[in-house]
């Protein structure tokens, strides 16, 4: 069982910034592109950023772009979401998830990524 553990959530004010991290999956990490999600409070899971196997590639969602950035330690088996200049729209919960065979192209939907993690909550007050 891959077991991926996401921290860094917490509350903070708008135009405040956070660092995710996700740690895991302990065995073949760098075989993995690994992705962001975030789910609002009644609104669908989406996309918000991927990395491939080997932090040589990025895409990030439109919305973010700009603000966020995801990057990867492979030493330390662990992918990482920086958070700046926060807004009230942020708000969710985020997710991240490992995703097997993508070397080039970047995983972007749901069905793409094989593992997730637990989700954690970060809340962007006005």
């Known amino acids: 069982q891959v077991q991926l553990v996401e921290s860094g959530g917490g509350l903070v004010q708008t135009g405040g910034s956070l660092r995710l991290s996700c740690a895991g999956p302990?065995?073949?990490?760098?075989?993995?592109?690994m992705g962001w999600f975030r789910q609002a409070p009644g609104k669908e899971r989406e996309f918000v950023a991927a990395i491939n196997y080997n932090g040589g590639s990025t895409i990030h969602a439109d919305s973010v772009k700009g603000r966020f950035t995801i990057s990867r330690d492979n030493a330390k088996k662990t992918v990482y979401l920086q958070m700046n200049n926060l807004k009230p729209v942020d708000t969710a919960v985020y997710y991240c998830?490992?995703?097997?065979?993508?070397?080039?192209?970047?995983?972007?939907?749901?069905?793409?990524?094989?593992?997730w993690g637990q989700g954690t909550q970060v809340t962007v007050s006005s």
């Open positions: 998830a490992a995703g097997l065979g993508y070397s080039t192209v970047l995983p972007q939907q749901l069905g793409e990524y094989d593992y």
């Open positions: 302990e065995r073949t990490f760098s075989s993995y592109a």
